[in-house]
């Protein structure tokens, strides 16, 4: 069995090679009208300023911030990658998208946060290394003041 770029043959299949080196590239971003409980983004009016920060490879991992979108609900990221040079092993041990409102008063204001964690129960899919599209739909939740967003965004081999 011959196995593609970043990944290795394992019994009998391809599997990704831990080693191998990723861009994580965001498409678009589309955030909520309104905050979880229903307020406007912004008390002295205005939308939001959506970021993304990227958690790799921990919880407790530095950030890698996007660049944020001004006063709206929806952003196109450029095309080029927010982290570059990314281990797999790091991909699949923890990856989490911080969403924020930028301009918040209450200094970057959080919109939501949904990650891909092994440790509770939703690990990465090997499907995202295959450098296609993914979907991240992370809910409107309430209790934990999770607004909700939907972002769109790719993994490339580096």
Request: charged share 15%; with cysteine.
């Amino acid at each position: 069995m011959v196995c593609g770029s970043g990944f290795l043959c394992s019994s009998g299949r391809c599997a990704v090679d831990p080693a191998s080196r990723w861009n994580v590239v965001l498409e678009s971003l589309t955030v909520p009208a309104t905050r979880y409980d229903g307020a406007g983004w912004d008390t002295i009016g205005g939308n939001p300023d959506p970021l993304v920060a990227l958690i790799i490879g921990s919880s407790t991992a530095t950030p890698v911030n996007s660049g944020s979108g001004s006063d709206t609900y929806s952003v196109t990221f450029p095309g080029g990658p927010t982290a570059t040079d990314v281990r797999a092993d790091a991909l699949q041990a923890f990856l989490g998208f911080n969403v924020r409102d930028d301009d918040s008063p209450a200094a970057s204001e959080s919109i939501g946060y949904c990650t891909y964690d092994p440790t509770r129960g939703s690990p990465l899919p090997a499907a995202v290394f295959t450098e296609t599209t993914q979907t991240v739909d992370c809910g409107l939740d309430a209790p934990t003041m999770n607004s909700g967003f939907t972002l769109t965004w790719h993994l490339e081999r580096f």
